[in-house]
């Protein structure tokens, strides 16, 4: 007869615990010999662990033959837990990883970002020693999954259920390439006036980022000219686009007049392929980074928050 203590609740998990690996390994082979090879043990450590389990709980958890190990109905039910601890563990290093002081910093950013942003900065990333692995993605990052440690947004934020750390707010500016709309203003007048004027032309376009309409993030010309106080049509002549940095690249191209925003037109107007031409306006949006709120206690986010900061102010 078992004595009390070795068969309560608390003393019965433990030991399964403790064979957890050994359960799943020998439900999955059906053979101890197999599973004994699979975790790199001796085929009789197995045997005499599995009979001193089978002695404390009272039952057997596996029908043996000549052939074959096959659970009984309560071996199954064990070996189905046993799996889901195994599971759970892995999850928990998983998250343990997190808190380390090495390797990549798993960032996802917009594909707009990447290219007008991110990627020209990633060379001066690792020479201050953050080693950055980007993810280049248009949809809203789902961190349950565990594949990516952080994220920058652009949104009103701040995001429920993340850590979220305003990094830049944003402003948005038409611009055109030198020389397209030679009656505008080359600098940031308030005189909105030309942008009128350029309106009225009859060859005039209107580059258009429809995701920026429709994203709530009011990156539009309904906004831009509400801000500004501007009334002009800019519905009949566009070419429409569904990223900002397309937008950018056409108004390089002599396409038309575009609107930028912080991050994404500051390198083309120093670089002289873009000027603004016509006056700033802020914006709600911002610049958000956001993360679980386990991953924003790490090392790894203090340096990465560190960098964006000296990166952007």
Not at 37 to 60: D, M, P, Y
Not at 236 to 261: C, H, S, T, W, Y
Request: charged content about 20%; overall charge neutral.
């Amino acid at each position: 007869m078992k004595k009390t203590h070795e068969r309560s609740r608390e003393n019965l998990i433990a030991r399964v615990n403790q064979n957890a690996p050994l359960l799943v390994a020998i439900a999955r082979e059906n053979s101890f010999s197999k599973a004994a090879e699979k975790l790199g043990v001796h085929q009789s450590a197995i045997s005499h662990r599995i009979n001193l389990l089978e002695e404390v709980l009272g039952f057997s958890l596996f029908e043996r033959t000549t052939r074959q190990i096959t659970p009984t109905a309560q071996g199954r039910i064990l070996c189905a837990a046993a799996g889901d601890a195994i599971g759970h563990w892995d999850v928990a290093f998983d998250k343990l990883e997190k808190f380390e002081t090495q390797g990549a910093v798993r960032l996802s950013v917009s594909s707009s970002l990447a290219m007008k942003w991110v990627l020209p900065h990633l060379a001066d990333a690792q020479h201050s020693g953050l080693e950055i692995a980007l993810d280049v993605n248009d949809r809203p990052v789902d961190f349950k999954a565990g594949v990516i440690d952080a994220a920058i947004r652009f949104g009103v934020g701040p995001y429920p259920g993340l850590h979220s750390t305003l990094l830049k707010k944003a402003r948005i500016v038409p611009v055109a390439r030198p020389g397209l709309c030679p009656g505008l203003c080359p600098s940031l007048s308030d005189d909105g006036a030309t942008l009128e004027q350029f309106a009225e032309q009859p060859d005039a376009m209107f580059l258009k980022d429809t995701t920026g309409e429709q994203d709530s993030t009011d990156f539009s010309w309904a906004y831009y000219l509400a801000k500004a106080g501007l009334q002009l049509d800019h519905d009949k002549r566009q070419i429409v686009f569904e990223r900002a940095d397309l937008v950018l690249q056409a108004a390089i191209n002599g396409m038309g007049v575009g609107l930028g925003r912080t991050l994404l037109v500051e390198g083309d107007i120093a670089q002289g392929f873009l000027k603004p031409v016509g006056p700033t306006v802020p914006m709600k949006s911002a610049y958000w980074l956001v993360c679980n709120p386990d991953f924003a206690g790490t090392e790894r986010h203090a340096r990465l928050l560190g960098w964006l900061k000296t990166k952007l102010n």
